[in-house]
């Protein structure tokens, strides 16, 4: 992959992003649910990232040291390939359980659900998008519905 992505052409103001560990907490709010939480990393400094890890065996937090490379390596790991799909949300933010808890929320709080509004026609959307209407003819007679006709036997 990185061969490939090397001969790309890319814009990067460098200047800005200050040192490696601004480079990396700023890359790390703009990465799509990123493999490291930022708040996890301790240090970086030019040879090896400092961060902390969850070890599941002894059940507390451990301090794991990585160079720049294998740090770089295990994240690329977690980036999808061209035309892969990630998981948006999860857990209590996933649609599915939104949709099953919402109910729960409005009784807590004692409030109903607003009801959904009903889509606009599609001439409306027509209307409101293109400012025109569909439903007009060429001498600026309104159409109206009369009959389907069926298709003619070849």
Sequence with gaps: MLPRQE???WSVKLQSLGSKEHFLRY???YARRPPIAQRRITSIDTQEITFWAKDR???SRTIV???LEEFIFAWMQHIPDDYEHTVRS???FAP???RKSLAAVFTILGQSPRPRPRPLSWNLSIMRDFGW???LDHN???MRWTQRTAPQAA
């Design 96 to 98: 599915r359980a939104i």
């Design 57 to 59: 065996r002894l059940g």
């Design 90 to 92: 999860f857990g209590l």
């Design 27 to 29: 890359a790390g709010r």
């Design 65 to 67: 040291r990585l160079t």
């Design 133 to 135: 209407d569909p439903l």
């Design 140 to 142: 600026g007679s309104r």
């Design 7 to 9: 001969n790309r052409w």
